[in-house]
């Protein structure tokens, strides 16, 4: 197959494209009725991600509704805690939660001391189900989280917003921070590589939270490990977006080895795209928080969005972060509907 055929792949390698091609973070989410019904079906989100068939069906229920450019793997960045043994649950209105975080040396030597990817294989099964119902109409992108992020996480035990534990870390044992972000690193390359196996046409690396480190640390505590699994997946030509709610410090991912950049809403795309030398494709930014206003306003953005980034390719339409569960699906079918119309004269 041609990497190229499809809409997303062109743009991200800056080919000429008819128009601007559109999916939705979080596209497969709480905000459709249907994934609601399957949710409860699978038990929660947990029984969810790890029944292939369930998984593969949330993952097109919005390509079903919305004629979007890509489907996204539905999974989680948290899942790669399997190779470490490490039980992950969901709580509502709560999220994430691991009840054993890491915060000592004998946390972490409690871990097994060799990574067992074959423990993510229902993620494997999911990646072959989607690529059967899909039949090559559209890319499929895979993800995981950087290495800082997840480790967030697995420090602090839950999706805080104060990220104690970590931030004091980062100080008191630097040391013992190294090692979770060398362990995270590990497994994920085994998990990036196996995704690619299967047969992604696209990885996504969430650094969700590498806008809380200063550029110093940015470097040190969370590009460095990301280039280090960028490394290892060079040779298989899929193209690498990477996300962040940075909100400065872009200067420093064009040497990433990264084929496009995820940006928040507050950024500007085309000011982005000059810094990055016009070699890095953007995705983004459309506010998520526009989408409970009026028909009119929205369509008003979209054209914001668009001219904010007056080049011939290069730019994949998104939004700045996740959509929200409170969305109305017909807000997104207007967005889909205007972003497709609009960019295509």
């Not at 399997?82 to 040396?105: A, H, Q, S, W, Y």
């Not at 839950?158 to 979770?180: D, G, V, W």
């Not at 972060?321 to 497709?340: A, C, M, N, W």
């Amino acid at each position: 197959m041609n990497p190229s055929k499809h809409l997303l792949i062109k743009t991200i390698n800056h080919e000429k494209v008819d128009r601007t091609p559109i999916w939705i973070m979080r596209q497969a989410g709480r905000y459709l009725p249907e994934y609601i019904r399957t949710k409860n079906k699978a038990g929660g989100f947990m029984g969810l991600i790890r029944n292939p068939e369930l998984a593969c069906e949330v993952t097109m229920q919005p390509l079903a509704r919305y004629p979007l450019d890509s489907a996204i793997l539905f999974s989680d960045i948290l899942v790669v805690a399997d190779m470490f043994e490490m039980n992950l649950r969901f709580e509502d209105k709560v999220g994430p939660i691991f009840d054993n975080p890491l915060r000592t040396e004998s946390d972490l030597r409690a871990l097994p001391n060799e990574l067992d990817v074959s423990k993510l294989s229902y993620v494997n099964e999911t990646i072959k189900n989607i690529k059967t119902e899909l039949k090559d109409s559209l890319p499929l992108i895979g993800f995981i989280g950087s290495p800082w992020t997840v480790a967030t996480y697995l420090v602090e035990g839950n999706s805080t917003k104060k990220f104690t534990h970590i931030k004091s870390m980062m100080t008191a044992n630097q040391n013992l921070l190294e090692k979770i972000l060398q362990m995270v690193t590990k497994g994920s390359i085994d998990y990036v590589n196996e995704q690619i196996k299967h047969g992604v046409d696209a990885l996504m690396i969430f650094d969700t939270w590498g806008g809380l480190l200063s550029k110093d640390e940015y470097y040190n505590f969370s590009i460095k490990y990301i280039e280090n699994i960028i490394s290892s997946t060079n040779s298989s030509h899929v193209p690498i977006i990477y996300y962040s709610r940075s909100k400065s410090n872009f200067d420093m991912l064009k040497n990433m080895g990264i084929d496009c950049v995820g940006i928040s809403s507050e950024n500007n795309l085309g000011d982005i795209y000059q810094s990055l030398d016009k070699k890095i494709a953007v995705q983004g930014n459309f506010n998520p928080d526009i989408l409970r206003e009026d028909k009119s306003l929205i369509k008003k953005e979209v054209i914001r969005t668009l001219e904010s980034f007056p080049y011939e390719s290069g730019h994949v339409f998104n939004l700045g972060s996740g959509i929200t569960p409170d969305i109305d699906p017909d807000k997104v079918s207007f967005l889909v509907e205007q972003v497709r119309e609009i960019s295509s004269k």
